[in-house]
């Protein structure tokens, strides 16, 4: 585990909402102008904090969903039910309004184009954010390392960022691949969870010396690393961001 | 700096029994770096290395045959949430230090799987931290750092890490997994001290 890291205090910032561009039903991008924006890597996170007009504040963490390019950066959110802050972000916030930010925060999570060997990219719903960071980043350095992403979604509609991926997935080093769990569209056989059999078709092999990156809830990340373990893959290569409980009883 | 938020009133799932910018919640969220290592109780050890070298080990037998103690601790986890009134079973680490000549000032927690946590060794003794085995009247869930996890509740609960394996003791104050990765150094809650130079 490499020593990163320029230990410099992160001071909150004043973002201005640019655009605002819905995925789904439930989850919105976020377009951000950053002036002092100090440049991120590619899976980093920020820090929002709201405040209220007697000056109660909340704040929470979202994985950047663009690669770095100057003053600009994007968030995709998504509402979490009885949530406090993701409400606000996917349905009240609007173009123009501030929005008080903090970071880029995160150092082990992330892809940097001069790293090592192929990417293995494995997001379950909103998982993709983050991985979508690293596929833009990938794009934008003109990299060749080989990319494949696996997206775990329940149906056509809940995919975030589809034209994007059409767009990607045509491109020679990156292959997409999607994985409905409830409903698929037509021509689509399939419909199921990741399990091992998905992993041995499209992901890469152990021998491939991948770095994997698994974003999502807290079930599918076990249930995924665990699957890669199981398949022989060095859990020191699988890198993962987990969200939410873990949908056990406690 | 002080904006407000336009619209936003906020829901208020806090406290003052909370330290600042926390929620409350009820549920157990996980965060880990990576795969959940499954460490069999019967393959498990645990180790302190003093400044000078010198090894005291314990295996799961040794483990389970030191005085246990019960208690409930509130946790707070970088990430915001915090849990309170949380019930746990374990070894206090001044049960398990009692014997270790050190004169060090700081310990680097070791974990199944590579994670490393930095802490002053003043902040693991005087029944401020244990290596506990139950969570809750149950044996720790893997994905909570079972079989047994370092817990130090009064600092944000990345410092607790899961499959704890072992403790080095030094002079010097190095950084472990997360503090390399741009969190703070201490990491007391109370104080917010979430990211270097907080």
């Known amino acids: ?250 | 700096m002080d904006i407000v938020s336009p619209g936003f009133t906020g829901r208020r799932r806090g406290g003052t029994e909370l330290p600042p910018g926390q929620y409350l919640t009820h549920e157990f969220p996980v965060l880990s770096a990576g795969p959940t290592p499954r460490i069999q109780t019967e393959h498990w050890e645990f180790t302190v290395t003093s400044e000078t070298g010198e090894k005291y080990k314990w295996d799961w037998a040794a483990l389970m045959a030191l005085p246990a103690e019960e208690f409930t601790k509130d946790i707070h986890c970088v990430t915001r949430w915090s849990k309170l009134q949380t019930t746990w079973k374990g070894v206090s680490l001044d049960t398990l230090l009692a014997d270790v000549e050190t004169g060090a000032d700081y310990a680097m927690a070791h974990s199944y799987g590579g994670y490393t946590t930095n802490l002053p060794l003043d902040d693991l003794l005087d029944g401020q931290s244990w290596i506990v085995y139950e969570y809750d009247g149950e044996p720790l869930d893997p994905e909570h750092g079972g079989p047994a996890r370092l817990l130090v509740p009064h600092l944000y609960f990345w410092k607790s890490a899961k499959w704890v394996r072992g403790l080095v003791l030094s002079d010097i104050e190095d950084l472990g997994f997360w503090e390399t990765a741009g969190y703070h150094e201490y990491g007391d809650p109370w104080k917010e001290q979430r990211y270097a130079g907080d």
């Open chain 1, 1 to 250: 585990m490499e020593r990163t890291a320029i230990r410099r205090r992160l001071t909150w910032q004043v973002a201005t909402v640019a655009d605002v561009r819905r995925e789904t039903e439930t989850a919105r991008t976020l377009v951000l102008e950053v002036p002092d924006w100090p440049g991120h890597v590619a899976g980093q996170h920020l820090d929002v904090r709201l405040t209220a007009p007697d000056g109660y504040r909340a704040s929470r963490s979202y994985s950047i969903a663009s690669a770095w390019s100057g003053s600009t950066i994007e968030l995709t959110v998504e509402q979490v039910p009885d949530g406090e802050v993701s409400p606000y972000l996917v349905d009240v916030l609007k173009v123009g309004d501030p929005l008080e930010i903090r970071g880029p925060v995160g150092g082990w999570f992330v892809w940097k184009p001069e790293q090592d060997g192929p990417v293995q990219l494995i997001g379950g719903g909103s998982g993709v954010v983050p991985l979508r960071a690293m596929l833009r980043a990938h794009a934008g350095a003109g990299s060749t390392t080989p990319f494949r992403l696996l997206y775990s979604v329940r149906r056509p509609e809940s995919v975030i960022y589809v034209s994007d991926l059409k767009e990607l997935a045509a491109s020679d080093d990156v292959d997409v691949r999607l994985v409905y769990t409830r409903d698929a569209p037509a021509g689509e056989p399939r419909v199921g969870r990741i399990d091992a059999d998905v992993i041995a078709q499209y992901a890469f092999t152990p021998e491939d010396g991948a770095t994997t990156y698994v974003c999502g809830p807290t079930p599918f990340v076990e249930t995924v690393a665990d699957l890669l373990v199981a398949a022989g893959h060095d859990p020191a290569r699988v890198r993962t961001e987990r969200f939410g409980p873990t949908g056990g009883p406690r």
